[in-house]
């Protein structure tokens, strides 16, 4: 009776947070997601009330992947001898590497910067995006940007190559504003402030590499808790 108790107690704390974090962000359209800057949000008395609630749920999303990333620790060290693809230092480099890509062909409004580190769905995509900001003379100016910790909480590897993928959930922070690239107008965003930011990235194996797949800009707490480390050649080993 008691752990039920406390169970509900829990989720209901979790529920309160999270609303409190759509609220309290500011959702800005811009970058490489299609998200945008997590900014400070209300200010004054309300600012004062909320802030730590914030940090509380930024600390239980960091809590909750550091416990993800041990598991896929344990499942990377065992599959990168079978192989190389899981070699964690390959696949963290290759998931800087694909950041800064990614950034640099969104405000530069080319994604052909970036194809080599896209999958086709999202290349299409994100080509589509940014040729129709060309139309409208609408850049999006990135600067000072900074990826400040990323950890892979997700493996799932198969039998099939091409099924295998794993997601990063990544934090950072940079400037981030649109202009009208003809009079310099600003349209939206802050010039000066960073934003800090937190998404979940997908990669998938095309080829022996990996390439971004899909990015979930909100990153809360349901969708970083229900990630895991699976590995259907491990567990086909094991039966």
Known sequence: MQISLLRRHKNFLISFVSLVAIIFCTVLYARAGGGGGHGGGGGGILGLILWPLMVAYSAIVSGIAINKKKHVDQLLAQLSQADSVWDLSGMRNRIVEAFYALQNAWAARNQNLA???????????????????LDRHDENVLDQINLDDFIVVDIDDF????????????????????????????????????????????????NNQWV????????????????????????????
């Open 115 to 133: 194809k080599g580190y896209m999958s086709e769905a999202l290349y299409l995509n994100y080509k589509a995006q940014t040729d129709a900001m």
């Open 159 to 206: 039998l099939d190559d091409t099924k295998d993928y794993f997601w990063v959930l990544m934090k950072g922070s940079m400037i981030d504003y649109h202009i009208n690239d003809t009079t310099g107008q600003l349209i939206s965003g802050d010039r000066d402030t960073p934003e800090s930011f937190r998404e979940l990235w997908q990669f998938v194996r095309e």
């Open 212 to 239: 971004v797949n899909r990015i979930n800009s909100s990153a809360g707490i349901t969708d970083v808790a229900k990630l895991h480390a699976y590995s259907e050649r491990i567990q086909k080993m094991l039966k």
